[in-house]
């Protein structure tokens, strides 16, 4: 979707293989209001501890994002061709090296191809254009199959207000968002400290929410853009009706691109939504809904589309919340298995796994210890998971 | 190995599949003094429920143990079944039926059929020998591909103090020891009180130092039983030489049959220990070397002999230890790949890489931010873990 003030570009710079989109831009015509959520590893790559610094000041003008190399534990070497990268796109786009956010996706500990990413930039700046939206959607990808993009139009005291997001990430997913890019870009007229509570409580309800495997990354960057050219009213207040729209419009595009991520999670066949309803805390509801979608054994019978709620249950009893064996109750979507803690026989194994069968689905757990609930999304542990992991720098 | 006091039998009950052992009896000539670990899975077997309740009375003659069925989320009619086995073991043993201990393994929510157990206890007993030491390794494996013993000599006061083990375990291996059973019979004098410490103390540095899958289970029992007819003078009080020798024994025999675990692990093709050392503290060692451990990322990499250091930084990152990404170092056996913080280049890789295709090698990661230190053992995670694991119960 075309968004008023941005444009993009792709092209092939060869960081890591020949012939596929590796290097994109996103650019808008004046500094955009800029909001971000990084990730929450220890670890931080290069271009994170540079954005994290640089978006401060709640503006950001160009985006320049690779794929292939991730420029993390790179060092003070990495850090520099990191600060040239943004030097060169500052210079070509003739704006403020600050203004510039970098941010970058692959294979950890080798160093950024800088004159690779040199040699394109010309290209990169010149193919800029508003009509090409998803080509860096192609450019940021890794193990992703698909390119994720996702757009949203919510109306603001009588204007249009668009929403184009753009994300990547199959592995590595988990909380605090892992190999996790994602880029919005809205026309909202926003400041700057709104847009950053609004994202990072959109983060906190979609990437955050998501799991294919546990494990966090280094790189993890979700970035907003506000061009503030959509002539509504200028945002500035979290609590008004105007800010609830626009808040509820990138929290559900956030969400939208999130669960794209799970189902295009390395190797999985299934997009599953594990709910925990009636926990005493939504921290026990989060907490019990993780442990079981994190666990290998409870994705793995998901891929064999086996009703095995005995692995669900066993994960429960080892996530360190509070509730009585003898009373929980599981089902998957309608078909209740587990009444109090008991099976409830073959007629229900069979419509479960039924269910099983389904691309997507979903599993309720009711702890029948409070009132509190709380959801988490996850995909299936496949063989393909394995082989896509076992040789994916070769 | 023969250790005086205890005679074993295991018979094919049918509890799961014909033609297999699958019950299994271990008995002592007179109360033995016994001590036990159990899951801290908060979803306990009923069997659990009630060897907890039976051992600390700090004696147990018999130990009756089934795979197939795991008796847990059973409810009250599992309850009833572990109690209608244990009598009948009783009466068949002549012993009182609070000196009998139940385990039983396998797949969680299906009801033990009492019937097959009840016929089978008379085959049981006759069969009872002293040489029949290895069969009850054979009747308690599932995904087991291997049965799991280990022996111990050790001389206290002059006399040659036997221990025999067996275990079970292959998948559902976490901390907390999961779908895992250790059963260790010695002829060793000694105090109830002082086994129980000694066996608590090594089940922390064996089993619960060992993870498969991340995943803990509803069954994991660790018991000990002691025939006390070694000779040795009784073995009363934890600081004594004596005393050492007997847990320095102890912990040994468990160590050894923990690995046996973990290179068995389902689908398992590498051993691996991954060493943390120089941290601020103990429990910052283990947890950075737990985390690391458990990473499917991590695993798969084993798996696919790659040395991408990446993933083992990027799972110290998310694993909550504070450390600084430019100090770290990395090794595989002695080969360093990373010094801090940065990979050391082409030739270590190819070095590294090497140790990768061994099928027992360790991980050293040096956070150089104090003196502390752990080891935690673990497996790759490989194609069959999901063929296994997808279809298990089918």
Redesign the interface.
């Known amino acids: 979707m075309i968004v008023n003030g941005f444009k993009y570009s792709a092209v092939s710079a060869g960081i890591r293989k020949k012939d596929r989109l590796d290097l994109g831009l996103i650019y808008c015509d004046k500094p955009a209001i800029a909001a971000a959520v990084f990730?929450?590893?220890?670890?931080?790559a290069a271009p994170v501890l540079l954005d994290m610094e640089r978006v401060r000041q709640g503006k950001a003008q160009a985006l320049l994002v690779n794929s292939g190399v991730?420029n993390?534990?790179?060092?003070e070497i990495g850090m520099q061709a990191a600060l040239t990268c943004s030097g060169l796109i500052a210079a070509a786009l003739n704006i403020d090296e600050n203004l510039v956010q970098i941010a970058s996706t692959g294979?950890?500990?080798?160093q950024l191809p800088v004159e690779k990413i040199a040699d394109a930039v010309d290209d990169l700046v010149g193919n800029l254009s508003s009509d090409n939206y998803d080509h860096v959607a192609r450019a940021i990808m890794t193990t992703d199959t698909v390119p994720k993009t996702a757009e949203r139009v919510c109306s603001i005291a009588g204007c249009d207000v668009k929403l184009f997001g753009i994300a990547k990430g199959a592995?590595?997913i988990?909380p605090?968002m892992a190999t996790m890019l994602g880029f919005v870009m809205t026309d909202a007229d926003i400041a700057a400290d709104i847009l950053q509570h609004h994202l990072s409580l959109a983060v906190k309800l979609s990437f955050n929410r998501i799991t294919v495997?546990?494990?966090?990354?280094?790189n993890d960057t979700v970035l907003a853009l506000a061009s503030c050219e959509a002539s509504n009213p200028e945002i500035d207040a979290l609590d008004t009706g105007d800010s609830r729209i626009f808040a509820a419009a990138l929290a559900d595009l956030l969400k939208d691109l999130a669960l794209q991520i799970v189902a295009d999670g390395e190797g999985a066949t299934k997009l599953v939504t594990i709910k925990v309803v009636n926990a005493q805390s939504e921290k026990d509801a989060e907490q019990a809904a993780r442990t079981i979608a994190?666990?290998?054994?409870v994705k793995?019978?998901f891929?064999?589309e086996?009703a095995?709620?005995?692995?669900i249950?066993?994960?429960?009893?080892?996530?360190g919340?509070?509730?009585d064996?003898?009373s929980v109750d599981i089902a998957f979507d309608d078909v209740v298995l587990?009444r109090?803690?008991?099976?409830l026989g073959a007629a229900a194994e069979t419509r479960a796994t039924e269910v099983l069968k389904q691309k997507t689905f979903s599993v309720t757990v009711d702890l029948k210890t409070g009132q509190a609930g709380s959801e988490i999304y996850t995909c299936d542990?496949?063989?393909d998971?394995?082989?896509i992991?076992?040789?994916?720098?070769?």
């Open positions: 990730t929450t590893s220890r670890v931080k991730a993390a534990c790179t060092g294979v950890i500990g080798e592995g590595m988990m605090d495997d546990g494990d966090t990354s280094t994190n666990s290998s054994l793995t019978a891929f064999g086996d095995n709620w005995g692995r249950i066993a994960a429960l009893g080892r996530s919340v509070e509730f064996q003898n587990v109090d803690g008991l099976a542990l496949s063989v998971y394995i082989k992991n076992a040789d994916y720098r070769s």
